[in-house]
């Protein structure tokens, strides 16, 4: 299925200049634990199933937000919508990859991949797009509220127990922290990342 | 109460370079609303008062870890009491700030110059310390899953009722990432924040 993913290049780009034993560290401050593992395994089917619809969700607010939406901007200053349609796939998948697929050095490596995607070194690049080069980091990190706030109620549809929600929903924040940490990489000053 | 705070030079530290309508849009990329507002409104006095209990509990994975307590660490290669308790004090009224003060110019030029104590621009300077001179912004990132997942087991024990736990969790949580990406700020490339 994810050869039908124009541009999802997993495994095959370049290696992190993040370690394992770093990534190690992150998921430790992270608390992030076999448990948690557990817990994302346990939600799989139910995230992956709805990751287009979280996606969707995630895009309305893009698309509701001028500042948000310039960065699909194409030279004639209307939304890039071959660009939006491959990124969006994209964007599924990395929904679909983080509860699936465990944080090895393909993972690492393609997290630090997403990252330079955002940023001048290597936007639009993937899709031969000519949108504005950048996706200022200040909102990929605010992103991560509506991405980890959008899981629970699917939880809740789909008739976890309370706890297990708590659980899942804990797996699930912890995971999208540790992937937009590792995206944020590119865009810090040598030394401070 | 403040006033005793050694270095909270809140209300009196340099204008932000990030202004009011960014403070304006990121809120919105966050979706924190009046209702979220409302929401810390309503948790204030349970979450300031176990504030310096949540700031014990982040400092316990801190000193579980030589990576993250590392940077406590004073020229002599022993944690620098002095400093971890300077800083505790002021990490505790982060806290309080959070579910108190209005998202407003004091409160956004604060968020600058806490990040920017986090860096060499300014780590050290206001307790007069010599560890070293970075908090890597990886771990500062991280450190948004605990903190942000903190507080749901106080409010359990607070006897909130689920719905409310859940919209007071969500408030707290965007706000965390609010403030930490503005502190992100000193650590980013020229343009690219």
Same mark, same amino acid.
């Given at each position: 299925m994810s050869e039908q993913i124009a541009g999802y290049d997993f495994g095959a780009v370049p290696r992190s200049p993040v370690t394992m034993d770093e990534l190690r560290r992150l998921e430790a401050a992270l608390e992030f634990t076999t448990q948690d593992r557990e817990m994302l395994s346990r939600a799989r089917s139910v995230i992956a199933d709805h990751a287009e619809g979280l996606v969707d969700g995630w895009r309305a607010i893009i698309g509701a937000h001028d500042f948000l939406s310039?960065? !699909?901007?194409g030279p004639e200053g209307k939304p890039d919508d071959a660009y939006k349609a491959a990124v969006k796939k994209r964007f599924v998948q990395w929904v679909v990859d983080l509860v699936?697929? =465990? !944080?090895d050095q393909a993972w690492l490596d393609y997290q630090h991949e997403i990252g330079l995607r955002h940023t =001048?070194?290597?936007?639009n690049q993937t899709d031969g797009a000519e949108t504005p080069l950048l996706v200022p980091l200040r909102y990929l990190l605010a992103f991560i509220a509506p991405v980890a706030l959008a899981v629970r109620p699917l939880l809740q549809t789909a008739g976890f127990a309370k706890e297990e929600i708590d659980l899942i929903h804990a797996a699930w924040t912890k995971a999208v922290i540790l992937s937009v940490t590792l995206w944020s990489a590119p865009y810090v000053r040598d030394g401070l990342w």
């Open positions: 310039e960065w !699909f901007v699936t697929r =465990p !944080f =001048p070194t290597r936007k």
